[in-house]
């Protein structure tokens, strides 16, 4: 009986076979076919995938090229739940030889199945799991076998039972101790990986051992995985007294030759100084921030900047305005603009912070050298941190000192478009911190004009912005300010696209404000039923229709959807009649 | 790792500024003098602009001078000593950060400047000592190994990656020299070069040294004994023919292919490794490395015997015939030209029932459409060529192929048909 109505399973694999043969021959790429093999277990039972699936799986591991071995090992991942717990280690048999592939992309995705598998066998202690897994790690195996069976390490160490743990502990000091460099590396990776599975009392007695063996060699290829193991180890150990020493010996002045070690650094700077602890991170970090925020890599001063205001809650107060401020105000002029970008985040969500002595008269000056770089990220990584940095401020530092410049960058619509977009989106904030007199006086029009911006993404922002400032300041002013100026841009512009934004802003009011929906749904009504351009219907028909999906309905929206369930238009009618119907 | 001294450090103690020259000092007083000397010159300095310390730098320069002098005209052996403190002065001096450009813009040696070591004035001299010591009939290898240990070499294999091509030069000949004079390390300076290019090809695919440690690759293999050890044989398929994967290896290709080709030359039963090992790492999209590969390819099928011919035929000519049919018309001439090699072409002649099979498909196309003139007449050619070899197999082919073309295209039809069946049933 065809197993799938007109097709035998059996005739699927030959089908298969000869596509493979002609991919092959043609110098295509066979993952194409490849990615059919989990189709053709569905259609056999567990047992048949055992008997006539899998001596074909073995076939083509041992004949596939390094790619086509990828998408094998990806084939393999979604077949193991087909499988199912009892047969899935089967799998394990052609997965060896994708193991043993010299292409690290490749053995990744084999590790990577080797996991999905051993999910379905935790604690099983499954024979052919852990028999691979030795066979991996063997002494005569090649490098590339032992930097998978490493990569294993965790997934072997969740199939085996509480008493074979203890060999996969064995293991790991092995590898750790190989003459090959990139398998200590692996080692040294897998010891951070092992910390999330194993007992949490076994991490200081079993893994601190071995990684600070590895930690402490001579040999860079080896060091580039101990930072994010060590926070990897840190985060198991909770940050406990039991970190310091490794972090310590980790953390000394950068002067690594690897640009990665010191990536990884910046990286991981905020967990490096928590596993240190404030007294000891106090004497250490300071250097550390020093000379990495001016290293010659420009990917270790991004990292750097972007981690710098995390890192102060975690040393003692004085440590940012002695150390961080003046090194921010030495690199401020990063030939980087993303760097930059990352130093502006940095000195506005320091503010905030409330930092001692003349921190943020300090930081004001940082901030207004932001508002005039050359780059519109900058600029807007400036604005946008400004909402938080109210409160610390005062609303009238911040109204007198940031917005002439601010207003004067929104007005210059030539270009600085993430400009104006970030100014719009802290909007909310800014009604809320300074009140709804300061706000009036000079943000109002900001409202209304972002509403006709150029720029779509700007147009957009102020949507969710109007919506907000109406929670902020009240349906009273939405009625007086934002309303008239809405039924203006529909009375006299004749650009489409601002009708849209009406819509959508008139959507996203009517979603926040019970008060108002009374006022925005019949704009949206009036132009679904008489604009002129299908555009505009469309949208108004879409809005009404998503807010009914919400549980608002008017009954002025409810009958210009009737009326125009019939339109001309499909995607008008399409929306009309399924939000009447629904 | 030592600290670059700037004029804001005070510098150490064992940089005395007025130590007198070695004729000055009586004999017995100058292996003394010799060790002062080398302290002095321990101390690395810095040479960014603004650094200062010119007259202390210029005193280092002078002392450097003279010690390379001395060693030149020493006459006994070096004492452990003398030779324990010269390695931690070469140590102090040469294992520093090397400067990294942004990784956004990879160093490409053709279009880029390398940055250049700014201490060049000192470093260049320290080489030299070190080189002059290492030739030095003074310098006793027994003695030496146990300073010029296995972690001194791996951090001077580490240099290797440095931008600065002077560098490299020195670095080449040194260790050349270290392989040479210090037995007992050869075989981890081998294994440690395999994980240099290990790393390079399946992690970072960024190395500016490959070039010169294949050079140097190049004399030991010249030297290896026969039979050639499995070690060897490892070393050959498992570090130099991946080398062929990198998209940089313009860079090195030359000194590989002599690796290889003295491979070829010592044991020729490795041909079926080498050329399956290039095959595997055939480019599909950079058609400058195809070239590259055909033309390697074909000074390597001049070396190879008739019985590795026939071992390899199938899977070399199934990969010229995509090259063949390569709308990069370089790619597709330099493919045709291997028949303008005679020794090729007799060799082929011996496993016709197998190549005709794989290359009459894509000069028949090739004669029937492609785009550049100069590929159609070779084309042409070569089918001229195979009829006068064998006439009977390639017309008994030519009968064939349309049928068979016809055939492969119905079963494909026929298999998606299925596909999409088994798809809507899913």
Request: aromatic residues 8%.
């Amino acid at each position: 009986m065809p197993a799938v109505g007109f097709i035998h399973a059996e005739d699927l694999i030959k089908l298969l076979d000869e596509e493979l043969k002609e991919l092959r021959q043609a110098g295509e790429d066979e993952g194409i076919a490849l990615k059919k093999l989990p189709i053709i277990a569905r259609t056999f039972s567990s047992d048949e995938c055992v008997s006539k699936l899998l001596p074909y799986v073995k076939e083509l591991a041992e004949s596939l090229e390094d790619e086509p071995q990828l998408h094998l090992a990806e084939a393999i991942e979604g077949m193991a739940p087909v499988f199912g717990a009892a047969n899935c280690s089967q799998l394990m048999t052609p997965l060896k030889t994708v193991c043993e592939n010299a292409e690290t992309v490749v053995r990744s995705q084999a590790v990577k199945s080797c996991e999905a598998i051993a999910k379905l066998l935790v604690s099983s202690d499954s024979p052919e799991f852990l028999g691979i897994f030795n066979e991996l790690r063997a002494k005569e195996a090649s490098q590339f076998s032992k930097m998978s069976a490493c990569g294993m390490l965790p997934s072997a160490y969740i199939v085996a039972s509480t008493s074979g743990k203890a060999e996969i502990k064995a293991a790991l000091g092995e590898l750790s101790s190989d003459e090959a460099p990139m398998v200590r590396a692996a080692a040294l990776a897998a010891v951070g990986d092992l910390a999330a599975v194993v007992d949490k009392s076994l991490v200081g007695t079993d893994l601190l051992p071995v990684f600070s063996t590895l930690a402490a060699e001579a040999q860079e290829a080896v060091l580039e995985n101990a930072i994010p193991a060590a926070v990897k180890l840190a985060t198991a150990l909770e940050f406990s007294d039991a970190c310091k020493d490794f972090m310590k010996a980790l953390a000394k002045p950068p002067a690594d030759r690897s640009v990665k070690i010191r990536v990884d650094k910046a990286k991981h700077i905020v967990a490096m100084s928590k596993a240190l602890g404030r007294e000891t991170a106090d004497l250490v970090i300071p250097d550390i921030v020093t000379q990495l925020i001016s290293d010659f890599d420009w990917e270790v001063r991004l990292q750097i900047s972007q981690n710098l205001a995390n890192l102060v809650p975690h040393l003692s107060p004085n440590i940012a305005t002695e150390t961080f401020i003046p090194s921010i105000q030495a690199n401020f002029d990063d030939s980087q603009v993303k760097v930059r970008e990352a130093l502006t985040e940095a000195v506005v969500k320091l503010v905030p912070q409330n930092l001692p002595g003349n921190a943020n008269n300090l930081l004001c000056q940082l901030i207004d050298k932001a508002l005039e770089d050359e780059s519109q990220l900058v600029r807007g990584a400036a604005i946008s941190g400004l909402g938080p940095a109210i409160d610390a401020l005062g609303p009238d530092m911040v109204s007198s000192r940031f917005f002439p410049v601010i207003l004067a960058l929104f007005r210059n619509k030539g270009s600085q478009w993430r400009v104006r977009q970030a100014l719009v989106e802290i909007l909310p904030n800014l009604a809320s911190s300074m009140g709804r007199d300061v706000f009036e006086k000079q943000l109002n029009t900001v409202v209304t004009d972002s509403l006709t911006d150029p720029v779509f993404s700007v147009r957009q922002a102020s949507w969710a912005a109007a919506s907000n400032l109406c929670s902020a300041l009240g349906d009273e002013w939405a009625g007086s300010i934002v309303l008239p100026e809405m039924n203006a841009i529909l009375a006299k512009e004749t650009q489409y696209l601002y009708r849209i934004s009406v819509i959508c802003a008139c959507q996203a009011i009517a979603k926040s404000r019970t008060g108002m929906r009374d006022t925005v749904i019949p704009i949206i009504a009036k132009l679904l039923s008489e604009d002129a351009i299908s555009n505009v219907k469309l949208a108004a028909a879409r809005a009404l229709y998503e807010l009914k999906q919400d549980g608002i309905t008017h009954q002025e929206g409810q009958s210009a959807l009737s009326s125009n369930a019939t339109s001309k238009d499909t995607d008008v009618a399409y929306y009309c009649s399924l939000a009447t119907t629904a | 790792m030592s600290i670059a001294y700037n004029s804001t450090m005070q510098l150490p103690p064992e940089f005395v500024s007025n130590l007198p020259m070695f004729s000055d000092v009586p004999v017995s007083e100058k292996p003394q003098l010799f060790l002062k000397k080398l302290k002095l010159c321990s101390v690395r300095f810095d040479f960014s602009p603004t650094s200062g310390f010119d007259q202390q730098k210029e005193v280092k320069r002078q002392t450097l001078l003279d010690l390379v002098e001395y060693v030149n005209a020493a006459k006994g052996p070096f004492s452990e000593t003398v030779i324990a403190e010269f390695t931690k002065m070469i140590a102090a001096n040469i294992f520093r950060p090397l400067p990294t450009r942004s990784r956004d813009q990879p160093f490409d040696p053709e279009e880029d400047e390398p940055i250049l070591e700014s201490a060049w004035t000192h470093l260049h001299i320290v080489y030299e000592f070190f080189l002059r010591f290492m030739v030095s009939t003074c310098t006793d290898a027994k003695v030496a190994k146990k300073f010029i240990n296995t972690e001194f070499i791996t951090k001077f294999l580490e240099l290797f990656d440095s931008e600065d091509p002077r560098e490299r030069d020195y670095l080449k000949t040194i260790l050349h020299r270290i392989y040479g004079k210090l037995m007992v390390h050869r075989s981890f300076v081998r294994k440690s070069i395999a994980n240099v290019f290990y790393r390079f090809i399946y992690e970072t695919e960024r190395h500016n040294g490959v070039a010169e440690l294949l050079e140097i690759l190049g004399s030991i293999i010249n030297g290896f004994a026969l039979p050639l050890k499995d070690e060897h044989k490892q070393f050959l398929k498992r570090a130099l023919v991946p080398l062929h994967k990198p998209g940089c290896i313009g860079q090195y290709h030359q000194q590989l292919s002599y690796c290889i080709s003295q491979y070829m030359e010592k044991d020729p039963t490795l041909a079926d490794i080498i050329i399956k090992g290039i095959l595997k790492f055939w480019p599909v999209t950079n058609s400058q490395k195809e070239i590259l590969f055909l033309s390697e390819l074909e000074e390597l099928l001049e070396l190879t015997q008739p019985q590795q011919f026939e071992v390899v035929a199938v899977p070399l000519f199934q990969v010229v015939a995509r090259c063949i049919r390569s709308p990069h018309f370089q790619v597709a001439e330099r493919a045709l030209f291997l028949w303008n090699n005679e020794y090729i072409v007799q060799q082929m002649s011996k496993s016709l029932s197998d190549i005709i099979p794989l290359v009459y498909g894509p000069l028949h196309q090739n004669t029937v459409g492609h785009w550049n003139p100069t590929v159609l007449s070779l084309s042409q050619n070569v089918q001229k060529m195979f009829r006068e070899i064998d006439s009977v197999a390639w017309d008994t082919y030519s009968s064939e192929y349309q049928a068979l073309v016809d055939k492969s295209a119905a079963a494909k039809a026929k298999r998606d048909q299925v596909w999409a069946r088994l798809q809507s049933a899913a």
